[in-house]
């Protein structure tokens, strides 16, 4: 069922819809140029879900449902849990949509806020669309904390120890280029597991006035550049 789930989405509508084509498709890491560790574009086709023959991507996703006796009159019912704000609702809406075209008859299931996020660390949810924040383009920020087996925030209970092992590789290697090959094993391996899906990376925008001085603005994250207010200035 995860892979026919993984098989049936259609990332470029989601990022059509959603940003007017502005978002990003990638694996685990961040996509490049901005990222440093995604997979090319070209090995990223290669994976369910990622290439563009959606249509028979999805073919092969009901015959996956058909083969597990979910039919288009006798689909598998399940509900999509999400927070109570329109960055999580409105993707989880065209998931929905995207689910029913393989048999699957999904509901929308909206928590507050002051919910959310303790009902994913229980894994209290059939079906979760969630949006993850990393702190820093490295990959032992991300694969550690989201897929390592024993992780508070590995929220799908993911759990392959040869692909830990290869993640305490990777963070043991200096060099750059032997280093990001591992990390694209790693990361080709979590999506043909469905691990935990990604649907696109958001991109987004900082405004300034032109009186402020001397802020640069971060092309890989929107949370490691405020220590450069110290060096800032308004010039008025």
Same mark, same amino acid.
């Given at each position: 069922?995860?892979?026919?789930?993984?098989?049936?989405?259609?990332?470029?509508?989601?990022?059509?819809?959603?940003?007017?084509?502005?978002?990003?498709?990638?694996?685990?890491?961040?996509?490049?140029?901005?990222?440093?560790?995604?997979?090319?574009?070209?090995?990223?086709?290669?994976?369910?879900?990622?290439?563009?023959?959606?249509?028979?991507?999805?073919?092969?996703?009901?015959?996956?449902?058909?083969?597990?006796?979910?039919?288009?009159?006798?689909? *598998?019912? $399940? @509900?999509? /849990? %999400?927070?109570?704000?329109?960055?999580? !609702?409105?993707?989880? =809406?065209?998931? &929905? #949509?995207?689910?029913?075209?393989?048999?699957?008859?999904?509901?929308?299931?909206?928590?507050?806020?002051?919910?959310?996020?303790?009902?994913?660390?229980?894994?209290?949810?059939?079906?979760?669309?969630?949006?993850?924040?990393?702190?820093?383009?490295?990959?032992?920020?991300?694969?550690?904390?989201?897929?390592?087996?024993?992780?508070?925030?590995?929220?799908?209970?993911?759990?392959?120890?040869?692909?830990?092992? *290869?993640? $305490? @590789?990777? /963070? %043991?290697?200096?060099?750059?280029?032997? !280093?990001?090959?591992? =990390?694209?094993? &790693? #990361?080709?391996?979590?999506?043909?597991?469905?691990?935990?899906?990604?649907?696109?990376?958001?991109?987004?925008?900082?405004?300034?006035?032109?009186?402020?001085?001397?802020?640069?603005?971060?092309?890989?994250?929107?949370?490691?550049?405020?220590?450069?207010?110290?060096?800032?200035?308004?010039?008025?």
């Amino acid at each position: 069922v995860r892979t026919a789930m993984a098989l049936t989405l259609d990332r470029q509508a989601y990022i059509d819809i959603l940003s007017e084509g502005k978002f990003n498709k990638g694996g685990a890491m961040m996509p490049p140029s901005e990222g440093r560790w995604g997979l090319p574009p070209e090995e990223l086709a290669k994976l369910p879900g990622f290439g563009s023959d959606v249509k028979g991507n999805r073919a092969k996703a009901v015959k996956i449902m058909e083969g597990l006796g979910f039919t288009k009159d006798k689909p *598998l019912k $399940v @509900k999509v /849990s %999400t927070r109570n704000i329109a960055i999580y !609702r409105n993707p989880a =809406v065209i998931l &929905i #949509d995207q689910l029913k075209l393989i048999n699957i008859d999904a509901t929308l299931d909206v928590v507050e806020t002051s919910q959310w996020h303790a009902k994913v660390a229980r894994k209290d949810y059939q079906v979760g669309l969630n949006l993850t924040g990393v702190g820093v383009d490295d990959p032992d920020v991300n694969l550690f904390e989201n897929y390592w087996c024993t992780s508070q925030r590995n929220y799908t209970k993911y759990c392959n120890k040869d692909l830990e092992k *290869l993640m $305490v @590789k990777q /963070s %043991t290697i200096a060099d750059y280029e032997a !280093r990001r090959k591992i =990390v694209w094993e &790693i #990361d080709k391996k979590l999506q043909l597991d469905g691990a935990r899906p990604l649907i696109f990376h958001r991109r987004g925008a900082t405004c300034h006035q032109a009186h402020v001085k001397g802020f640069v603005a971060p092309q890989n994250s929107s949370y490691n550049a405020w220590r450069q207010f110290e060096h800032m200035w308004v010039d008025k």
